[in-house]
């Protein structure tokens, strides 16, 4: 452990550091100043794994980060590196996901002179990472990394930058592994609240007791506080609703009598209509995103709103709680539950929600997810392939998802029932997250079956990555939704713009998605007919020695249902065509 | 700072008071974190504080471009950020330094004389056709000065911003802000 007297280069104090935040996978790809720091590697019991473009890393540190609830590390050098892993950056910051990302930088002396492969990364990454920090001396380095990891992982977590000058992980300095106490006096002004206020939650659970027509509306931060067991008892003991957000899904079961499923946009008429309806949200880890609330002014117009979050800028950012709480989603829920008790324990009665139920379960049998059948020899439906697949695997497969129609179709028709098996880009819609995503993912979960869905444009963006996941054998599957087409932006153009279609088609024929996935190493298989989908997805999940690409031929037409197109009231919701003579009942 | 008032004002801003560890880039993350979420700052002014690890920024924030409460939240997920004290003008001693060159041939040099007399203003250097002067107080107090030299034609002209503490009297009622106790600005 530290010895006072250790010297050792700043590159073998970082690594040092990494291995005692218990880090055992970093994605990376070296260059001229993040070099120094690969050498000591050689001798780390860490992982490196060597991606193909260094936005890969950064998503894979992401997927990895999603399935383990451990921060996820991508390092990368200077310049085009650094400015590569910005997107990665900012999908964490939106998606609150714990990263730490290493950049090398120019040596001290040459910062500011537009050296070779300089930028000013801590400049760029500002307001995309919850922390970033040029570190200007190797001694400042273990502190600096202890403080990117707690950043990263406590409070409202995010990705946490820091930035090595080239001579700062050459020179050398005395080993120190700074105490817990110099990290929190380095820090005197980050002080996250963990327990709710005792007054905020007795009002919470005297709004829920006296609620008629409650719903749980559940965010991420349920899943990053690790918070589903209370969750389902907060939920059981109430009997109330519970709708999962894009971020949430698995937190609750989807197979759960009371889970209506994702609200939203894109969301089942049960869980948008019964938060339109509501007379009490109980927002758990939740931030009332515009894809969640449609328009702002006519969403749930007669409910009270109790907001728990940890993040007190949530409050009242978007809709004005009538009971906020600040702090930890697990701990504030656990302490509503307690209070909850205590309140039925002296007397006080539930409302009687029975009706509201019933009304609820009436949206949930008229309004199914629907989808019309194939017609022979056109092109597959992908909610069919989906639902295939979700019907070959078991529940602890991890479905990641990139960003589009095939996203909305994966988070709709999958039956999730465990937490951390859904791993997507919410906040940033980052296209070509998925490959690298899921790579990620199953170097943190070796275990697990994952699968990546994926559609041809997103593809086409990162699955050089495919590349990486066969030298580094980490096999991953892909279901390729491939409809030829730019999917959610040529429905967007079909609904809202007379069908008129620009720039979204991609091609039919080119690329080859098979032949393009046995050069990378894979198997590739394409299935263009609904009785080729059940067996190759079964091939696809007998095969564990390597990454199975499937390409699915989709309708180009299919379209996401219901939607509530942007801007428009919740109200307003576009049911499936054939629902459309059930409108009515959503009053 | 995306707002210019020429008054340096307007009736609706108010005060914020911010405790910063003094490291490198702080003030261009407070900074970009005003432009980013769209906040309008009137001024801005920053020096080390008592403790020379941190430094106090005086932000007169534009309360139009969003809610105070948002503003202090957010800033206070600045991880740099140690304190932010919200200031009532009301319950505040706020000053601010004016320099200007105004023009003034022979025949309005003694004009503008009367008028640094008025306001207590000092002159700083005198030429042959124009002269500077400094005046500290108040901010409403340059503001009407300002106006006043206008008609003078004003050559070059220098606000610093305002800086502001709480009335010594009053310093139970600094409202110093911890949002992460209290859920939301008391």
């Not at chain 1, 990053?224 to 907060?234: G, M, V």
């Amino acid at each position: 452990m530290s010895t006072a007297s250790t010297r050792m280069t700043g590159a073998q104090a970082l690594i040092k550091a990494l291995e005692m935040e218990q880090v055992d996978t970093i994605f990376g790809l070296p260059g001229g100043c993040i070099l120094p720091a690969y050498d000591p590697l050689l001798e780390s019991s860490i992982r490196h794994v060597l991606v193909r473009h260094e936005q890969g890393a950064g998503h894979m540190a992401e997927g990895y980060a999603h399935v383990t609830g451990r921060p996820g590390v991508a390092m990368v050098t200077s310049g085009p590196a650094a400015t590569n892993l910005v997107t990665p950056l900012m999908d964490a910051y939106m998606d609150s996901i714990p990263m730490v990302g290493i950049t090398g930088q120019v040596g001290t002396s040459a910062i500011g002179s537009d050296a070779f492969q300089e930028c000013d990364t801590v400049g760029i990454t500002r307001s995309c990472t919850k922390h970033n920090e040029l570190v200007m001396t190797p001694d400042d380095i273990p502190l600096a990394v202890r403080q990117a990891f707690h950043l990263a992982t406590t409070g409202r977590p995010g990705p946490v930058l820091l930035d090595l000058p080239k001579d700062v992980l050459q020179n050398e300095m005395t080993w120190h592994w700074p105490t817990d106490d110099e990290v929190s006096s380095a820090l005197p002004g980050y002080r996250p609240t963990m327990k709710g206020h005792p007054r905020m939650i007795k009002e919470a659970a005297q709004m829920i007791l006296a609620a008629e027509r409650p719903v749980l509306y559940v965010g991420g931060g349920m899943l990053k506080a690790r918070a589903a067991e209370i969750l389902r008892e907060l939920a059981e003991m109430t009997g109330i609703n519970v709708v999962t957000t894009l971020m949430a899904r698995g937190v609750f079961p989807d197979d759960h009598e009371l889970c209506l499923g994702m609200p939203g946009m894109h969301g089942t008429i049960a869980a948008t209509t019964a938060m339109q309806r509501a007379d009490l949200l109980i927002a758990l880890g939740a931030r009332f995103d515009d894809r969640i609330t449609g328009r702002l002014d006519s969403f749930a117009p007669d409910a009270k709103i109790i907001h728990v979050d940890i993040d007190p800028a949530e409050q009242g950012k978007v809709r004005r709680p009538d009971v906020p709480i600040v702090g930890d989603c697990r701990l504030v829920t656990e302490e509503i539950v307690q209070a909850i008790r205590d309140l039925t324990a002296s007397g006080t009665e539930q409302a009687d929600i029975t009706a509201w139920k019933s009304r609820v379960s009436g949206w949930q049998e008229i309004f199914p997810l629907a989808y019309d059948e194939a017609s022979p020899g056109a092109g597959l439906k992908p909610q069919y392939c989906l639902e295939e697949l979700r019907a070959a695997s078991n529940d602890d497969t991890i479905l990641v998802s990139g960003v589009g129609q095939h996203q909305m179709w994966a988070s709709l028709h999958w039956k999730f029932n465990q937490p951390y098996s859904w791993v997507n880009s919410g906040g940033l819609g980052t296209m070509g997250f998925s490959i690298p995503a899921a790579i990620g993912a199953k170097a943190g979960r070796p275990d697990a079956t994952v699968w990546a869905v994926d559609g041809d444009g997103c593809f086409q963006m990162t699955a050089q990555e495919l590349v990486t996941a066969t030298v580094e054998r980490i096999p991953v599957k892909v279901a390729l939704l491939n409809n030829s087409y730019l999917g959610m932006v040529r429905q967007w153009q079909e609904m809202f713009y007379d069908e008129r279609y620009s720039e979204v088609y991609l091609s039919t024929e080119t690329p080859d998605y098979v032949k393009w996935a046995e050069s990378m190493g894979c198997v590739g298989i394409r299935v263009e007919s609904p009785e080729e989908v059940g067996p190759a997805i079964e091939q696809a999940n007998s095969i564990n020695d390597r990454s199975v690409v499937v390409e699915f031929r989709t309708d180009s037409e299919e379209k996401v249902f219901p939607m509530v197109p942007a801007g428009v009231s919740n109200d307003e919701v576009l049911v499936h065509p054939s629902q459309e003579q059930f409108r009515a009942q959503l009053g | 700072m995306t707002a210019f008032n020429p008054h340096g004002t307007s009736l609706n801003h108010g005060i914020l008071s911010v405790l910063v560890q003094n490291r490198p880039g702080v003030l261009a993350r407070v900074a970009s974190l005003f432009a980013r979420r769209g906040y309008n700052i009137f001024s801005l002014a920053v020096a080390p504080a008592e403790d020379e690890t941190q430094s106090r920024i005086t932000i007169v924030v534009d309360l139009e471009s969003a809610p105070l409460e948002q503003m202090v939240k957010q800033l206070f997920k600045l991880v740099d950020v140690v304190k932010i004290s919200e200031l009532d003008p009301r319950r505040s001693i706020e000053r601010e330094l004016l320099l200007a060159t105004v023009r003034a041939d022979t025949g309005q040099r003694s004009e503008i004389v009367e008028l640094v007399k008025i306001f207590e203003a000092k002159i700083l250097a005198v030429g042959s056709d124009a002269v500077t002067v400094s005046l500290e107080g108040h901010p409403d107090k340059l503001d009407d000065f300002e106006e006043l030299l206008d008609s003078y034609a004003i050559v070059e002209m220098q606000r610093t911003g305002r800086v502001a503490l709480p009335k010594l009297d009053r310093a139970a009622r600094l409202r110093a802000v911890n949002p992460n106790q209290k859920g939301k600005v008391s």
